[in-house]
């Protein structure tokens, strides 16, 4: 089974500017979770969708949200891009909601000019 | 809130050595899974090993295993026979069973030496 795959896999935008973050998650996964990565927080959850539906959302702001699709694919949006934003972003998909297992990408680099 | 420490932000090991890596965490649930997770430079998270809290039999993939202690919430993880593509942050985390929020350490970056 072909892996997580994330798109793009490098970004480079400017303050202000919006942006969306495309994850496919492994074949039969219906759970898709998104994490930011910075060297100074660390890895931090974002939100979780099931079936269409985001069941659970960590503590960003309003400018972060994400949507998924009836094939599972899922999508994050920044928008009013802020130099904080800057990390990579990881997607990670499991075949059901909490599972025991959670596959991950291999990131989107965000980078905030 | 669940968290979960690492205390070791580095950590090096002579290939072919064995290495420990701490790992302690914080919950009031009874059931809940640990994890310990790879990231290489490529910046790839692999899922290393894995550990459902209720079971009492220490989790081992290969050269890595665990020293589960659920009363002093511990989850340590030993690489044994350490080889240079071992080398990478290493991070724990841990995941309530009914909401997909999974929490993690700030990682320990593991050296390995020829």
């Known amino acids: 089974k072909a892996g997580v795959t994330q798109t793009p896999r490098y970004l480079i935008k400017t303050r202000g500017q919006q942006v969306t973050l495309s994850c496919s998650p492994i074949?039969?996964?219906?759970?898709v979770s998104w994490y930011q990565q910075t060297p100074g927080q660390g890895l931090q959850f974002l939100f979780e969708?099931?079936?269409?539906?985001?069941?659970n959302k960590g503590n960003f702001p309003g400018r972060f949200s994400g949507r998924q699709f009836s094939n599972s694919r899922s999508e994050m949006n920044v928008s009013t891009l802020e130099l904080g934003d800057s990390a990579l972003y990881l997607c990670a998909s499991s075949p059901v909601v909490a599972g025991p297992s959670q596959f991950f990408g291999p990131g989107t680099r965000l980078t905030v000019l | 809130a669940q968290t979960v420490t690492q205390s070791q932000p580095e950590m090096s090991v002579q290939e072919a050595e064995t290495v420990t890596l701490s790992c302690t965490y914080d919950t009031s649930e009874s059931d809940y899974y640990l994890f310990w997770y790879k990231q290489p430079p490529s910046r790839q998270m692999i899922l290393v090993i894995r550990q459902e809290a209720y079971k009492q039999q220490n989790a081992t993939e290969n050269r890595f295993s665990v020293n589960f202690q659920k009363a002093a919430k511990s989850f340590s993880l030993k690489i044994s026979d350490s080889q240079l593509g071992d080398a990478a942050m290493y991070f724990c985390a841990y995941r309530n069973p009914w909401w997909d929020d999974m929490r993690f350490g700030a990682g320990t970056r593991l050296t390995v030496k020829p």
């Open positions: 074949s039969g996964h219906r759970s």
């Open positions: 969708y099931f079936s269409e539906t985001q069941r």
